[in-house]
């Protein structure tokens, strides 16, 4: 990836041009020392002037009103704010007429920013104050006031937050007036330039010490920059957050999130004092020293699929490699290409007015149709569908241009939702809620209805969220990493009871699913970890260790993150921004096709062939899962486990099938579903045998008082269990129920060998019973 840089002959302005700002994709106005504002025209390459400023105004600073999310491509932001060095800021128009000027600082006032919903203006002087007006330039409130000039500031993601320069210092300040301030050194010469993300909350400071850093939002250092030759005096995010561009004297960055760069380009510029990104991320502008605007557009991204490579060549054209014969093909588009995807055999690519669909058997017919909105910011695919993301809302197609679906919900705004805030599988979609990160929504991908009562799944801050993507929607599962970076696994569909939320690993950086296996990988504590079967935490949670392959880190280099895990081979970026390739063994995909194909056999001699622990571990929990228990009993035989070898046998004695499920659940540790089962099914005395072999006395009370039997047996076990160990008895209610209760042994016996010769009468008669049926 690379910015391919545009100047002209001659500059337009006479003088140092200060700010620069984005009315369409297209269009931009740029302000200048020498009092003039000029509309350049990309598509007809057009420069115009607008207007002529008073001598006395000299501008520092313009940003244009915000578009209300999700309005039409066509409707054009109609007002700017214009800060200049008399103190004043002027609401401008289109037209540039000034609508009203206000008397803000003492001194320039160095900045101006809308907030995201236009509903306030923050200016930071070089007074050291930092003031919040309406959006008629009614003076709010005064933020701040400092001794030293406030050289930039940003509104935080929610416009709730405040970040502005102090000196050498950074600060984070709250509106709430009992909200703590984070403030923090963050440079070692004074901080010229900021900006805060809305899409991944982090935050890009630059100074006259040379250097760019990137920070999170509680003021960690996540990156810091090598020191260039002359201060850092712009910089500027993309919309969606995964670049940003930096600029300097004569220097022009591209720069991942993570903070290392792409490609440095060297216009003869002079500093570039400002930066715009335009609204769909694909063009930039900034103004120079030298009195020219400078204009870039990103090239040369890649998208790998399989034996795929497809770059961006042009800002129309795409070229289509495939490394196994060499073959070319080249695509190219009407209109200029704005986000893409390649997954699933298939290559989305949206630009500024039309959506392509291409099939990679056939890259010379695409399915082509048009866009409600041209600022695509997210694409992600699944096998049968994919989902697009703009300022209006998601859209789910399928890839032959149908639109399947539109999920909404209250307070939705789809301009800052990431690959880490969002999921798709074939069958849900998954959207962690922005205003309350432990909140993560669940939507029928089908439908984009809620699903199953419409109530969320609830957990601590989720950071990021990633569906698995085989298997029957029933069995989905949901990954997520909390603000600990602890790994969690949970279903998707729990029927209406509370959803299972079970630990899977701490320090996890990263995550991605197989595209086509339930198999997990991620970045745990710098190291590559493999989950092989996850799910086998629901059946057996001892088995989790055992199903683990764990890559040693010393092949990367700081923070490696997971960009995707296709077919066998896992893609990391490494904090340089190289990729690196790791291979995992075949073998588990496998095991899982012939577990979900009930092909039990086939899979014990790929176990056998392998000779690998960890895939017997899995095996054991598949057939656990499946209540395969003669393939189960062998898989635990071969990992040693003859507890469960003995468990398993005695699960064959069971007499009944409802015994048997509900002993099934106790194994995996679901003693409140398998004491429902025993109740459900009539053998009140196996529930209360549970609840005695774990020791839940009062339970196993409740249960014989409430069923009138068994009250003796209860109080025989607990006497017997206060007698090991010595105690007398002190709970009330078994005082209480003991006094007109004699223990006789015998007798007690003899009504459990009763219960069980039920059972298993009652077993024996269903079993002829159905064999009667069967043959009719």
């Known amino acids: 990836m690379r910015l391919k840089t545009s100047l002209l002959k001659e500059s337009k302005h006479k003088e140092l041009v200060s700010c620069v700002g984005w009315t369409t994709a297209d269009e931009l106005y740029s302000c200048s020392?020498?009092?003039?504002?000029?509309?350049?025209?990309?598509?007809?390459?057009?420069?115009?002037?607008?207007?002529?400023?008073?001598?006395?105004?000299?501008?520092?600073?313009?940003?244009?009103?915000?578009?209300?999310?999700?309005?039409?491509?066509?409707?054009?932001?109609?007002?700017?704010?214009?800060?200049?060095?008399?103190?004043?800021?002027?609401?401008?128009?289109?037209?540039?007429?000034?609508?009203?000027?206000?008397?803000?600082?003492?001194?320039?006032?160095?900045?101006?920013?809308?907030?995201?919903?236009?509903?306030?203006?923050?200016?930071?002087?070089?007074?050291?104050?930092?003031?919040?007006?309406?959006?008629?330039?009614?003076?709010?409130?005064?933020?701040?006031?400092?001794?030293?000039?406030?050289?930039?500031?940003?509104?935080?993601?929610?416009?709730?937050?405040?970040?502005?320069?102090?000196?050498?210092?950074?600060?984070?300040?709250?509106?709430q007036p009992s909200a703590k301030i984070i403030q923090w050194k963050a440079h070692d010469g004074v901080i010229l330039k900021v900006d805060w993300n809305s899409v991944n909350d982090l935050i890009l400071s630059g100074g006259e010490d040379c250097k760019y850093k990137v920070w999170d939002s509680f003021g960690h250092l996540l990156h810091c920059s090598l020191s260039h030759d002359y201060p850092v005096t712009s910089l500027s995010w993309a919309p969606d957050g995964e670049v940003f561009a930096v600029g300097s004297f004569n220097t022009l960055r591209l720069c991942d999130k993570t903070g290392w760069s792409y490609a440095l380009e060297k216009p003869n510029t002079g500093s570039v004092f400002s930066l715009a990104w335009s609204a769909d991320g694909t063009q930039l502008a900034g103004a120079c020293g030298n009195g020219h605007v400078i204009f870039a557009h990103v090239v040369e991204q890649h998208w790998e699929w399989k034996n795929f490579v497809i770059t961006l060549t042009k800002r129309r054209t795409m070229q289509v490699r495939n490394v196994l014969n060499d073959a070319v093909d080249l695509l190219e588009f009407r209109d200029r290409v704005i986000k893409a995807s390649l997954a699933y055999g298939h290559l989305v690519v949206a630009t500024s007015l039309q959506c392509y669909v291409y099939n990679s058997r056939n890259w010379n017919t695409p399915l082509i149709f048009d866009l409600k909105e041209g600022t695509v910011s997210l694409i992600l695919q699944a096998e049968k569908h994919f989902l697009l993301v703009d300022g209006a809302g998601l859209y789910t197609f399928s890839y032959e241009g149908r639109l399947i679906s539109s999920p909404k919900f209250p307070g939705m705004r789809a301009d800052i939702l990431n690959a880490q805030s969002v999921s798709l599988s074939n069958d849900t979609i998954a959207i962690r809620d922005k205003s309350d990160e432990k909140v993560i929504l669940l939507f029928d991908a089908l439908t984009g209805k809620a699903l199953g009562d419409g109530k969320p799944l609830t957990h601590k801050e989720v950071l990021e969220i990633a569906l698995d993507q085989c298997g029957p929607s029933t069995d989905r599962k949901i990954a997520l990493i909390d603000k600990n970076r602890d790994l969690y696994l949970t279903t998707v569909r729990h029927l209406g009871q509370e959803p299972k939320i079970c630990k899977i690993g701490s320090m996890v950086h990263s995550m991605a699913w197989n595209d086509a296996a339930n198999i997990l990988c991620g970045i745990q504590d710098n190291q590559l970890t493999v989950w092989y079967y996850p799910s086998v935490v629901f059946t057996d949670k001892e088995l989790l260790p055992k199903t683990l392959y764990i890559k040693d880190g010393s092949e990367f280099r700081r923070a490696p993150q997971v960009l995707n895990y296709i077919g066998t081979k896992v893609t990391l970026r490494q904090g340089d921004g190289s990729l690196v390739y790791s291979s995992v063994l075949p073998f588990p995909a496998l095991l899982h096709e012939y577990s979900i194909s009930a092909r039990w056999e086939d899979a014990l001699r790929l176990c056998c062939y392998a000779k690998d622990q960890s895939l017997w571990a899995c095996l054991a929990g598949m057939a656990m899962a499946n209540r395969e228990l003669t393939t189960a009993e062998m898989a635990y035989a071969a990992i040693g486990e003859l507890p469960r070898v003995q468990y398993i046998n005695f699960l064959r004695e069971q007499p009944s099938k409802e015994s048997l499920l509900a002993h099934m659940l106790l194994f995996s540790g679901q003693v409140q579903e398998a004491e429902a089962a025993f109740l459900q099914a009539g053998l009140i005395y196996q529930a209360i045998q549970v609840n005695i072999d774990l020791y839940n006395w009062e339970r196993a009370l409740e249960l014989a008082v409430k069923h009138k039997t068994h009250v003796d047996t209860v109080l025989a076990y607990r006497e017997k269990f206060l007698q090991k160990f010595g105690r007398k008895e002190t709970n009330k209610r078994f005082l209480q129920y003991s006094e007109g209760v004699e223990v006789d042994w015998e007798k007690i016996q003899a009504k459990i060998e009763m219960e069980l010769s039920k059972e298993r009468e009652r077993a024996a008669n269903t079993s002829v019973r159905s064999s009667v049926a069967s043959r009719r």
């Not at 289109?94 to 907030?115: D, Q």
């Not at 200016?123 to 001794?147: C, F, H, N, V």
């Open 33 to 175: 020392e020498d009092h003039q504002i000029l509309k350049w025209n990309l598509l007809t390459s057009e420069t115009s002037l607008i207007v002529k400023l008073p001598e006395e105004i000299y501008p520092t600073d313009l940003h244009w009103f915000p578009k209300t999310v999700g309005v039409k491509k066509q409707a054009q932001a109609e007002i700017f704010v214009l800060t200049s060095t008399d103190g004043k800021f002027h609401l401008t128009s289109k037209m540039g007429r000034i609508e009203k000027s206000v008397e803000a600082h003492k001194g320039a006032v160095l900045a101006g920013r809308w907030n995201y919903d236009g509903t306030a203006l923050i200016t930071a002087g070089e007074d050291g104050q930092i003031k919040i007006w309406s959006k008629s330039g009614m003076l709010r409130s005064t933020l701040a006031s400092q001794g030293s000039p406030v050289y930039s500031v940003a509104w935080g993601p929610d416009s709730d937050r405040i970040l502005y320069t102090s000196g050498r210092q950074l600060v984070i300040k709250p509106l």
